[in-house]
């Protein structure tokens, strides 16, 4: 009997931990099912952040076809000016996931044509659950 209610234990905790470790991940899909696209409204990529909470390790995914759009991670000024200032990565193949390892501002633009001018960047990566503030860059 003592048995049984050990072997019971053991899968109760082993079945919290599997549940924990996958709830700890979260995957924000940028734009919903606007995907990563030149938007039709200018501040859909702001809207859409405004929407969320961020922790760190949380993944963004983006959805986008290979050759129509592009990801660029670049610094604030090359957010500002669209362009690929301070760039510190850039994929050109989608869908892209981004893990985001650290807490504060990320900021992503797309490099192709008028797109990021469009309103196709994201920087409101701002909200950090675990940190429980708002950071204001
Ligand atoms: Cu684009």
């Known amino acids: 009997m003592a048995f049984k209610f050990n072997m019971l234990l053991c899968m109760a905790m082993v079945a919290s931990?599997?549940?924990?470790?996958?709830?700890?991940?979260?995957t924000h899909v940028v734009g919903d099912t606007?995907?990563?696209?030149?938007?039709?409204?200018p501040t859909l990529y702001a809207d859409w952040a405004g929407s969320q909470i961020f922790e760190v390790n949380d993944i963004?995914?983006?959805?986008?076809?290979?050759g129509e759009e592009d990801l660029g991670e670049v610094s604030k000024q090359g957010y500002d000016?669209?362009?690929n200032h301070g760039l510190v990565n850039y994929i050109k193949e989608g869908?892209?996931?981004?893990?985001?390892?650290?807490?504060g501002p990320h900021y992503f633009?797309?490099?192709?044509?008028?797109?990021?001018?469009?309103g196709q960047k994201l920087n409101q990566m701002?909200?950090?659950a675990n940190k429980a503030k708002?950071?204001?860059n």
């Open 81 to 83: 000016q669209c362009n």
């Open 17 to 26: 931990m599997a549940f924990h470790s996958s709830a700890q991940v979260f």
């Open 109 to 118: 633009v797309c490099l192709v044509g008028d797109h990021c001018e469009a």
């Open 134 to 136: 708002i950071y204001n």
């Open 60 to 66: 963004l995914k983006f959805n986008f076809k290979t």
């Open 34 to 41: 606007a995907g990563w696209n030149k938007p039709s409204i």
């Open 126 to 128: 701002k909200r950090f």
């Open 95 to 103: 869908p892209a996931n981004i893990t985001l390892t650290e807490p």
